[in-house]
């Protein structure tokens, strides 16, 4: 049988680390393209591939970035690929308010690098592209979101994750390229990085056992997210590639909780109990048997402007791509809590 060749760029993230497993798990021959600051820090840049054996004869590294158009036609040219996952991001929403240009360089410039060395190539007819949208496009648009609804971001990651998708859907359209958008929601997982809401808490709770030191410091409370899980996701990313036309699809649970109603489900899923007093910037998350302060407010995590309230409707994926979620949030919660656990012990013995 041909074995497919798959490229997958920022594949040293949450979602390369698991979508190169479920590729090479399928028999395909993977190469990541990482970005230098990966490779000046080996050991913790790759940590996710290592985790997850990726690392092989499978695999290839390429040492690159989506915003260097030599570089990613170059790439492309010599890899040859059947498919072409666009995963590499400045993922983080609020650091994209610090530093919208390079948003706009990694997550808008990205695609369109790759979208033109896929046309100038002339490989339109071998390749088939994946874009890495986000339900962070939608902003502002009352729930619940699905492809037909309007898009307001509120943030300049929300905005560059637009021009991205607009530029995909337009190559598709013009170009012919084959080219699809994966509108993901909030997706977690025991591999997302620690500065996003999810991690840092199950991480802080995790390390409670350990002994109380100080408080977990958080932003807004009362953000509202639909959270799936992303080993669900890539599986999703796939099969969209898989589908007889290129076509944008929502990736979604169904199901949303706020801030502070994760914080609740992951403190008590280790026997604490928190009681909210105060409010605003003065609200405290305190700890009802011993009167601890668990978690405080700080304004720093607060975003100019925030989104407040995602809840997908992924009835599209469910319908033509036969797509739908096995890891519920109570499991999803149990393994990040599970592995930060396991890591802390690690850490313990010095083998962290
Ligand atoms: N990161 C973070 N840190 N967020 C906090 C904190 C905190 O201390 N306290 C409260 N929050 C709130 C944020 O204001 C936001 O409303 C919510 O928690 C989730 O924040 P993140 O986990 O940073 O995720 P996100 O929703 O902004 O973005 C994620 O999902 C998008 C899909 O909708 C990222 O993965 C994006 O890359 C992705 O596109």
């Known amino acids: ?186 997706h977690e997982s025991p591999l997302r990085g620690e500065d996003f809401v999810t991690h840092k808490v199950t991480r802080y709770v995790a390390e409670l056992e350990h002994g109380y030191q100080k408080p977990l410091s958080l932003g807004n409370l009362e953000a509202i997210r639909d959270w799936g899980d992303a080993r669900d996701y890539v599986r999703g990313m796939w099969m969209m590639m898989q589908a007889e036309e290129p076509d944008d699809f929502v990736l979604a649970s169904g199901q949303a909780l706020s801030v502070r109603a994760f914080v609740d489900a992951a403190f008590s899923s280790l026997g604490y109990q928190i009681e909210w007093r105060g409010s605003g910037l003065d609200e405290l998350g305190v700890d009802a048997e011993t009167g601890n302060v668990l978690v405080k407010i700080d304004e720093a995590f607060y975003r100019p402007l925030e989104l407040d309230h995602l809840l997908g409707d992924a009835s599209k994926a469910k319908d033509i791509l036969a797509w739908k979620p096995e890891i519920g949030f109570e499991q999803m919660l149990r393994d990040m809590i599970e592995h930060d656990r396991k890591i802390i012990s690690l850490e313990g013995n010095g083998d962290g």
């Open 1 to 186: 049988m041909v074995q497919k060749k798959a490229l997958i760029t920022g594949v040293a993230g949450q979602d390369g680390a698991y979508l190169a497993r479920f590729l090479l798990d399928k028999g395909y021959e993977v190469h990541g393209l990482v970005r230098w600051d990966s490779y000046v820090a080996k050991r913790d840049g790759l940590r996710r591939l290592n985790l997850l054996e990726v690392l092989g004869p499978y695999f290839s590294i390429h040492y690159g970035d989506v915003s260097d158009a030599h570089n990613i036609a170059s790439v492309i040219k010599s890899t040859k690929p059947d498919e072409i996952y666009n995963l590499a991001a400045l993922s983080h929403v609020q650091v994209s308010f610090d530093v919208p240009a390079s948003s706009f360089d990694i997550n808008a410039h990205g695609i369109l690098n790759i979208l033109e060395a896929v046309r100038c190539l002339d490989m339109e007819e071998r390749v088939r592209i994946y874009q890495a949208s986000s339900s962070e496009m939608f902003g502002k648009v009352p729930a619940p979101q699905n492809e037909m609804s309007a898009m307001q971001p509120c943030s300049p990651y929300g905005v560059s994750k637009l021009a991205g998708y607009h530029l995909a859907r337009l190559y598709r359209e013009s170009y012919g390229l084959w080219v699809c958008n994966g509108i993901l929601f909030n």
